[in-house]
């Protein structure tokens, strides 16, 4: 079918992808749709066992998440959508439904229940147009299909599945893989629609979308008043969507009604909110947390009347906040998943108390916005008699008052403060302060998405000590409180200050004056106090690294020759050094007592930028890797970013000096006593040497298998660190001994590790200026396989013994770097 047609009907009109699936956004942009994208919040709690099918359970659960988004768009996003789109992709197997695993055990599961299996992979989809009847209520049409995918997976070994699962691939995916990615790996045959498995029918949709602008008014299309709209509860749920009635789908509006819509949407908004406002108040969501009542029940435990509240549980049906369902021959009222979830006193979500607070505080000063206008008083002066200024005043005289006021600050910034905290890049600020940061849910929102930050809340006495009431469950070191007057006193010294709960309420004179404090307390500039703070991770990371170096050169040179001795051309075989200490006692007695540091001031050199680049770039792959990630919530997701960041940070400072590394190897494989013996007489001559006999190409001998073993032994060097420290209780504050022990396991596993990489990219460096018959290997590939052949499995663990010991340095510049940071 041609699709431009179909599509060009859909201009002008604001069509909502009820999903955050990144596969399904890609496969509909594929296809020239234009969408914007609202993730649900539908939880997907539905009970399978209701279900007969398991297409059924998809279609069903797309259809919640498609309605949801419906409902809730007019009222937070304010503006309605014209067509909302839902899926929901499910893979079943022998009888069961099989959905995203839960942690990597539940992947294991799924998969090797798949294995050697035909299986099918069922997508529901759910396309919802909006409609607005005369009155304000809105209609819905939805058209529902889903489509069935057969696909047989490989008989898998258990070595092949956990190789599977480490990847990550499984754990956002139903049935826990992937077909697109390396999942397609484990597949013999796929019958049907391949992008089905991918997460979304493209071909049945475009036909179900052709049917919905081209058919005849007789269609697919079901209508679904806004005060029908239900939710999958219970069985008496299931039932109810089956008595909605089929008609045909309306004409499509033009900009100009598009327009008078929206108008309308802003003169209904009031009675949205003001029915939102009496339910919370008289407690209907409180007592409807249960199981559904009658209007009785609700009337008789509200201590309202019958015909009134009839009328309010409607209403806060026809604005998404009740389900009525009908159940043997009567009607019940239930809450929304959004009403449990946020209306709901008790729920750890709720915005109950800030809805109240707006009831009381809030609306009485909009209902005087036009008096205040026109005798430029504040809309505090003519609701409440006071001014923004006295009205504090009042919430700090009595305990109770404050509590109240407390709570409904504590409730916004619980359900606002990510988006808040995530909405800017705040990856050059260290130190924040939230001034009138009150019970400091906010500021453990800004930790959380900002690794690197630490927020002090600055509040009146009163309020830092009340906030003992909402203590956090988080125990975050990097959250401080501290008591004071802003506008009398000091403020705490930081780089960024959070104004966000206080402007509002100080008049034209306090707010110059507060911001006239700010301009004299805040540090020089938020960029040059970021430069500074740049600038000391990279003065603690050089100065720590060649303290330590100079202090293990000796080992680090006894650990080099024992690797790259059957690779030197001034070693015979006859003069091999047998071991550690063999190699400790020849080497004074053959080139002197000093030739212990011979490379050593390359090495210096070399690891002052390197580890100075790593620290500072590490913290920076840390914003993007570990932004927002909670470390006590999101264990595996925050060890995986710590890997990640430190592997980056490796690999990409080893870009810039790979070649002082190259020199260090070669000036300490340099085993000749006078300068006339030597191959080289100094990390100068060294590099011109290389340079004119082979290049560029010559200094970065064995780059590759380096970048394949710094990524490894970064990764585990400052991952395994970083998140074995982020697990203590206080880790800036951890003594110093902790942290070397610490540091100190984390080098000697990585080193081991990664030890093979070492040995193979230094025997590749010895090659360089070879020509001829004296190249011993012709690539990283062939060296590996001579030295397993030639020497054994061993050889590639040469020296490792002594690379423990000389990790002993590098756990020694981990710890000197946290403390060179505290000055």
């Not at 949407?265 to 009675?271: M, R, V």
């Not at 206080?730 to 080098?747: C, E, F, G, L, R």
Request: aromatic share 10%; charged share 25%; proline share 3%.
């Amino acid at each position: 079918m041609v699709l431009r047609p179909v599509i060009s009907k859909l201009h002008g009109k604001l069509v909502v992808l009820a999903s955050g699936s990144p596969r399904r956004q890609e496969i509909l942009t594929n296809i020239g749709l234009r969408f914007e994208v609202v993730p649900s919040w539908f939880k997907e709690t539905l009970d399978k066992a209701l279900f007969k099918t398991p297409h059924e359970y998809a279609v069903e659960t797309a259809k919640q998440k498609a309605m949801e988004v419906a409902r809730r768009m007019p009222h937070k996003h304010l503006k309605k959508p014209d067509v909302v789109i839902g899926a929901d992709t499910v893979v079943t197997v022998d009888g069961l439904i099989l959905e995203k695993p839960v942690d990597k055990q539940d992947a294991y599961c799924m998969l090797s229940r798949l294995s050697g299996k035909e299986h099918s992979v069922f997508t529901g989809v759910v396309i919802v147009i909006c409609h607005e009847r005369e009155g304000g209520e809105t209609e819905h049409e939805v058209v529902d299909f889903y489509e069935e995918t057969k696909v047989k997976f490989a008989e898998l070994s258990e070595e092949m599945l956990w190789e599977y699962i480490n990847s990550g691939e499984p754990m956002d995916k139903a049935g826990g893989y992937g077909i697109q990615a390396l999942g397609g790996m484990l597949v013999e045959y796929v019958q049907g629609d391949f992008l089905n498995v991918v997460g979304f029918p493209v071909n049945h949709f475009c036909k179900q979308l052709g049917k919905i602008y081209n058919s005849s008014p007789e269609s697919h299309a079901r209508k679904i008043p806004q005060s029908n709209i239900t939710a999958c509860d219970g069985p008496c749920t299931i039932a109810n969507y089956g008595n909605f009635n089929s008609v045909g789908p309306e004409g499509t509006k033009s900009n100009t009604e598009g327009f008078s819509h929206s108008i309308v949407e802003l003169l209904d908004g009031f009675k949205a909110s003001k029915t939102l406002f009496v339910a919370t108040k008289l407690g209907v969501f409180d007592v409807l947390r249960g199981s559904g009542l009658t209007v009785d029940e609700v009337a008789n435990r509200i201590h309202a009347s019958l015909l009134g509240t009839e009328r309010l549980l409607d209403a806060a049906v026809s604005v998404g906040l009740l389900h009525k369902l009908k159940c043997e021959e009567k009607y019940v009222y239930r809450n929304t998943e959004q009403a449990r979830q946020f209306l709901v006193s008790d729920s750890p979500l709720s915005l109950h108390a800030y809805i109240l607070h707006c009831n009381d505080v809030i609306w009485p000063q909009f209902t005087q916005l036009e008096s205040a206008v026109r005798e430029g008083t504040t809309p505090h002066e003519r609701a409440l008699g006071k001014n923004s200024e006295k009205c504090q005043d009042v919430y700090l005289k009595k305990d109770e008052v404050m509590i109240h006021f407390m709570k409904a600050m504590h409730s916004i910034a619980n359900v606002t403060g990510r988006d808040v905290a995530t909405a800017f890049n705040l990856s050059h600020f260290r130190t924040a302060c939230d001034v009138g940061g009150c019970t400091g849910a906010m500021a453990y929102e800004f930790t959380k998405a900002h690794p690197e930050l630490s927020v002090i809340v600055f509040d009146l006495p009163a309020v830092i000590e009340m906030r003992s009431h909402f203590q956090s469950k988080e125990k975050d070191s990097r959250v401080s409180f501290v008591a004071g007057d802003f506008l009398k006193d000091d403020l705490p010294k930081a780089d960024l200050y959070i104004l966000a709960r206080i402007l509002h309420d100080l008049s034209d004179e306090k707010l110059h004056e507060l911001l006239n404090k700010l301009s004299k307390t805040c540090m020089p500039g938020a960029m040059a106090d970021a430069a500074i703070s740049f600038a000391k991770d990279f003065l603690a990371g050089g100065v720590a690294a060649a303290i330590s170096k100079t202090a293990v050169a000796p080992i680090e040179r006894v650990k080099l020759l024992l690797q790259v001795q059957h690779a030197s051309k001034q070693i015979s075989a006859d003069k091999q050094y047998k071991g550690i200490i063999d190699c400790v006692v020849r080497i004074p007695k053959e080139q002197g007592f000093a030739s212990f540091w011979r490379g050593n001031l390359a090495n210096v050199i070399r690891y002052f930028p390197t580890q100075a680049l790593n620290f500072a770039f590490k913290d920076k792959y840390k914003q993007i890797f570990l932004g927002g990630v909670d470390k006590h919530t999101q264990f595996w997701r925050y060890f995986a970013g710590n890997l990640a960041s430190g592997g980056a940070a490796g690999a990409t400072s080893l870009c810039f000096v790979y070649p002082l590394d190259f020199a260090r190897t070669r000036l300490a494989a340099d085993v000749g006593k006078a300068s006339s013996s030597r191959e080289f007489n100094g990390l100068g001559d060294c590099l011109t040497k290389i340079f004119k006999s082979d290049g560029l190409r010559g200094l970065y001998q064995g780059f590759n298998v380096s970048v394949q073993g710094i990524i490894i032994y970064r990764a585990a060097y400052f991952g395994i660190y970083d998140t074995a420290k982020g697990m203590l209780p206080d880790p800036k504050n951890t003594h110093i001994v902790v942290s070397w022990m610490i540091a100190q396991s984390v080098t000697a596993v990585a080193g081991v590790i990664s030890y093979p990489f070492d040995t193979v990219r230094r025997r590749m460096m010895m090659q360089s200026g070879r020509k001829g018959a004296d190249i011993m290997y012709t690539g990283t590939l062939d060296c590996w396989r001579k030295i397993a052949r030639d020497e054994g499995s061993k050889a590639f663990f040469k020296g490792a013994w002594s690379n423990v010991l000389r990790g002993m340095g590098g756990a020694f510049v981990l710890v000197l770097y946290d403390e060179f940071k505290k000055y």
